[in-house]
């Protein structure tokens, strides 16, 4: 497939490819040519759902020509390391999840388990990172209401993604655990623990108290 | 290390510098001072580095005492400067003795003032710069009263007496779009329009972005765009019409169609554009 490459104002442009699968394809494989300085002058590379925006370009027109002629293979996108995030599943929309899927909590976290996850991008806030990898039938709709604090490490779900939230903030992401891992760390490289193109597992563990 | 004590924050002040580059996949916005020559014409009054940290304030102003003697000048958004109560000048070096107290009054005309001192704000950089983002809180929280802000050592050549060039104040903002690059989920006539109509500067506007108001900017296509990159000076049109100018502090990812962008070189004079300016987009033709 050939990706879309649109101008985005002045020194800047936007990949346009099918969905999440793609984009980290298309980002592992920037990522590499950039490492290998074949990338040419580029201050960002930002992947989201179904783009990847490059900014900050010195000559738009030659990486223009570049990107329609990239041909990333899947195998760009698995390259990343390999992140456990241990999680204690006693979420509080844990039971509403399991209702969704019709099964028991415990059968649940075996299916929250059972995936490799790849962080596709981040947003909302430094370090929040979209992870897929959940089968599309396990796609589960955003609270009515959202909340107004959700913990930090919260392990959540919303449409086709996870995500765990690096510090409190208001969300209104399905709760279904908690890790005590520490998603954003500004003196760490990278900050966010779960960067883009990083592969994640997710294993239960017990609590301690609460 | 030489201080500034914070007497009076001002309504927002921050320190800003050029802001974080290369973390946008993080999800952590740009930052970095709105009116960027402002920035660079202060630091180069004071000898600094162009990018070296300074204070950014809004509309208010702002006043330190120094804890020992110190160069500032003090650019963008004319106001009137004092030291313990006796006039300065604006857009010159200014030494403060000291235990003086240096004051930077309203702005008279546009909204941001930058006050650089020589040696910069020497708080500690996160992620490779000292700016305040107020999107994700990374960087220095606006100042308080009683903030003790630390300076570098000073340069190491002399601040050159130079004078910097203030334009007038405009009487409208104009901000030249270069379509895209979701031009293409508007009618035709909205882009025509767009370029036509005029609009105002709204009072919600801040760091994130210019907000503005006006004839509402028609869709051609209904239903929700994926979330894409962001890029600085993206004119998004969220569902009330209403075009949202991204400023530095803006989000790295959004869902809003963008229908065009603005050259970094117009977004100056928008850092400076108050609440009820008119504004007029102009829509550059070609590639």
Redesign the interface.
């Known amino acids: 497939m050939t990706p879309a490459v649109r101008r985005v104002g002045e020194s800047a442009l936007l990949v346009e490819v099918a969905g999440p699968a793609e984009v980290a394809a298309f980002y592992g494989w920037l990522r590499e040519r950039q490492e290998a300085g074949a990338l040419g002058a580029v201050e960002e590379i930002v992947p989201a759902a179904s783009t990847v925006l490059l900014d900050g370009v010195a000559d738009v027109d030659a990486l223009a020509a570049l990107l329609r002629t990239a041909r990333p293979a899947a195998a760009d996108a698995a390259s990343g390391p390999l992140v456990e995030v241990p999680t204690v599943y006693d979420g509080a929309d844990l039971a509403e999840v399991a209702a969704l899927w019709g099964v028991s909590e415990e059968a649940a976290v075996r299916i929250h388990t059972a995936p490799e996850y790849v962080v596709a991008f981040c947003g909302f806030a430094p370090g929040f990172g979209y992870l897929t990898g959940l089968p599309p039938q396990y796609e589960v709709p955003r609270r009515a209401t959202p909340r107004s604090a959700v913990p930090a490490g919260s392990v959540a779900l919303a449409g086709p993604y996870t995500g765990v939230y690096p510090r409190s903030s208001p969300g209104g992401w399905q709760l279904l655990g908690r890790t005590t891992l520490t998603l954003w760390d500004t003196a760490r490289e990278p900050a966010a623990l779960l960067a883009p193109g990083v592969r994640v597992r997710f294993t239960a563990v017990r609590g301690h108290g609460s | 290390m030489s201080e500034l004590l914070v007497v009076r924050p001002g309504p927002l002040t921050t320190v800003q510098d050029l802001g974080r580059?290369?973390?946008?996949?993080?999800?952590?916005p740009r930052a970095g001072a709105l009116d960027e020559p402002a920035l660079r014409a202060g630091n180069r009054l004071v000898g600094n580095e162009p990018g070296a940290a300074a204070l950014e304030t809004t509309l208010g102003g702002v006043a330190l005492r120094a804890i020992r003697r110190v160069v500032v000048a003090v650019t963008g958004a004319p106001a009137p400067v004092r030291v313990d109560g006796r006039a300065a000048a604006f857009g010159a070096p200014v030494a403060v003795r000291a235990g003086a107290v240096v004051e930077v009054g309203a702005t008279t005309t546009g909204v941001r003032s930058y006050l650089a001192v020589a040696g910069g704000i020497a708080v500690a950089p996160?992620?490779g710069s000292r700016s305040a983002d107020l999107l994700?809180g990374?960087g220095p929280a606006p100042i308080a009263a009683g903030d003790r802000l630390p300076v570098g050592p000073p340069p190491p050549y002399r601040p050159r007496p130079d004078l910097v060039p203030l334009l007038a104040p405009p009487a409208e903002l104009v901000l030249r779009l270069?379509l895209?690059?979701r031009a293409d989920w508007f009618v035709p006539e909205a882009v025509a329009r767009l370029a036509r109509d005029r609009y105002r500067v709204a009072p919600a506007s801040n760091r994130i972005a210019l907000r503005t108001e006006g004839p509402a900017v028609a869709r051609a296509r209904e239903g929700e765009l994926?979330?894409?990159?962001?890029?600085l000076?993206?004119v998004q049109i969220p569902p009330d019409g209403q075009p949202v100018v991204f400023l530095a502090d803006h989000?790295?990812?959004g869902g809003y169609p963008?229908i065009g962008?603005?050259?970094?070189t117009d977004l100056a004079a928008a850092a400076q554009a108050r609440p009820g300016m008119p504004v007029r987009f102009v829509v550059l033709r070609g590639?």
Not at chain 2, 21 to 27: Q, S
Not at chain 2, 226 to 231: D, H, I, K, L
Not at chain 2, 261 to 264: A, L
């Open positions: 580059r290369g973390v946008a996949h993080l999800g952590v996160v992620l994700s990374l270069r895209g690059p994926p979330s894409e990159g962001m890029v000076g993206a989000p790295t990812t963008v962008v603005v050259p970094p590639r």
